[in-house]
């Protein structure tokens, strides 16, 4: 596989993003790209002499002190000063593959060519990532608008010389890792420190990751929810296709056809059935299912505009001659979609959670807890306690973000999207959701051994297989929570982003 990724105007898609993450990835400019940094910052250059015209963040101060002058012989003072008084960072370490996908997505933002930096800076960022060089960002910090601030403070020092690092697998400061490295800091130059800090990286980062996990989860959402099918001895009716050409949502449609799918050949599912209906857990998995597939594709395409957008400020447009003061660092869209794409999520883990209820619960010729001896032994009766518990807190979690807003900066920030703490939420509800799969996975072949001598499809059976590999029926209590983490393991190696991208 080509690790060779360049920096280009040309659009990137959520997978194209993520395969920068992999193992010796390096970054490079473009030829394209380099030439249209050097067109805006020459624009720039000339403004500059220009001394009776002001330009926000430029040749003034910042937030509710954009109308106080900075003289030319202070400029680069103010931008080394903005960097260093933003990072004001709190809270746990965001992740390092988070960290590394801002310094791309924030290369990638400043390459488009309006922001007005020199090559040289777009170069810095590339080779701290090139290096291994993550600098260390707070997740606690930003408010999503005037960009991600205090999170791209942190992001930022180390191109300068400053702040905290980890490189070699060691935590170290931001000098002396460059040093080690051989990698001399910049000096920031008119504009620079402002176009780092300006943007919505750090919530963009973060949205790419959860829409690339996103899908994932869908996908074993709906192997778990085939397999608890036939364990709990469901009709297929409710996958047939006529019920959902007469009311064909597009996630509803997919999500039929493929359990459908994963259930061919079954034989526990082509016996006759004594219950006429099932629970809406088993009945409606299209329907749930599928309303979280569409909620997927559609913030995957929000956050696909933000991955190919500029979203720093001024931003400069040579050709026309002019530096316009905006708004493209608001993350309302972001805040939002972040905020649904949680709520999407913690529903295929509600549902989830439900599944594995009913099939502990002694119905169905099961046995209660899905152990032989009920009573000397709990079973199973513990992991849908953990569940609950887990789908419960992605309830909290799920409390918009995107309806808060704080005013800050004297009033001339006075409404702020809170998108970068939608995207912790979100990044928390991914995680949650994947232990809740894994723990209705477990459920599901618990329960399926107690169908024996029956089987089901061909395709699940495969799957189950290799599964009993790594945890084997439980024939009497032991400690569940490496059964648990062991199938968290088991779905990640199975269950790749990349293939299931394939099904969107």
Not at 9 to 22: K, N, Q, R, Y
Not at 244 to 260: C, K, S, Y
Not at 297 to 325: K, M, Q, R, W
Request: with cysteine; hydrophobic share 45%; proline share 4%.
């Amino acid at each position: 596989m080509n690790k060779k990724h360049w920096i280009s105007p040309d659009h990137l898609g959520i997978e194209a993003v993520m395969s920068t993450m992999t193992d010796g990835a390096t970054l490079h400019l473009s030829p394209e790209s380099a030439q249209r940094i050097s067109r805006c910052r020459d624009f720039l250059e000339a403004c500059l002499h220009k001394e009776d015209q002001l330009h926000y963040g430029i040749n003034t101060g910042f937030g509710s002190l954009c109308n106080i002058q900075i003289s030319h012989a202070e400029i680069e003072a103010l931008q080394q000063n903005l960097v260093r008084s933003h990072a004001c960072g709190a809270g746990d370490e965001a992740p390092s593959e988070i960290v590394r996908l801002m310094l791309f997505l924030k290369a990638q933002s400043l390459a488009y060519g309006y922001s007005g930096v020199r090559e040289a800076l777009v170069q810095q960022l590339l080779t701290l990532f090139n290096h291994g060089i993550t600098p260390v960002v707070y997740q606690l910090g930003s408010l999503g608008a005037s960009g991600d601030l205090a999170p791209l403070a942190h992001l930022s020092l180390p191109l300068i010389g400053e702040g905290v690092v980890y490189y070699q697998n060691q935590k170290m400061k931001a000098a002396e890792a460059l040093k080690l490295a051989g990698i001399d800091p910049v000096t920031l130059k008119a504009k620079e420190g402002l176009a780092l800090l300006n943007g919505t990286q750090f919530s963009t980062a973060y949205a790419v990751w959860c829409v690339h996990q996103a899908k994932r989860l869908y996908r074993i959402a709906n192997y778990c929810a085939a397999l608890s099918m036939d364990a709990f001895d469901c009709r297929m009716s409710p996958l047939d296709h006529r019920l959902h050409d007469i009311r064909p949502h597009a996630g509803q449609v997919q999500t039929a056809a493929e359990v459908l799918q994963l259930l061919a050949g079954s034989e526990i599912a082509g016996q006759s059935k004594v219950n006429v209906q099932d629970p809406y857990a088993f009945r409606c998995v299209p329907q749930v299912h599928g309303a979280s597939c569409d909620a997927i594709n559609y913030v995957a395409s929000v956050t696909l505009t933000e991955v190919n957008a500029v979203t720093d400020n001024p931003n400069i447009f040579p050709e026309e001659g002019d530096i316009l003061s905006g708004g493209n660092f608001h993350a309302q869209p972001l805040a939002l979609a972040l905020d649904f794409l949680a709520i999407a999520l913690a529903e295929l883990g509600s549902i989830s959670e439900r599944r594995t209820y009913q099939l502990i619960s002694g119905n169905r010729g099961l046995p209660a807890f899905l152990i032989a001896e009920p009573g000397l032994h709990s079973g199973l009766m513990i992991p849908q306690y953990t569940a609950a518990s887990i789908a419960s807190q992605n309830k909290q979690l799920c409390t918009p973000a995107s309806v808060d807003s704080i005013v800050s900066s004297n009033g001339q920030e006075d409404h702020v999207s809170m998108a970068a703490n939608a995207a912790t939420k979100a990044w928390r509800v991914v995680k949650n959701v994947e232990t809740i799969l894994a723990i209705e996975w477990m459920t599901a072949a618990q329960a399926l051994e107690f169908r024996r001598p029956a089987h089901t499809s061909p395709a699940l059976e495969a799957l189950f297989a290799q599964y009993r590999e790594v945890v084997p029926k439980l024939d009497a209590d032991r400690m569940l929570q490496e059964d648990i983490a062991k199938t968290v393991v088991f779905l990640q190696e199975y269950f790749t982003p990349e293939a299931a991208a394939r099904l969107f």
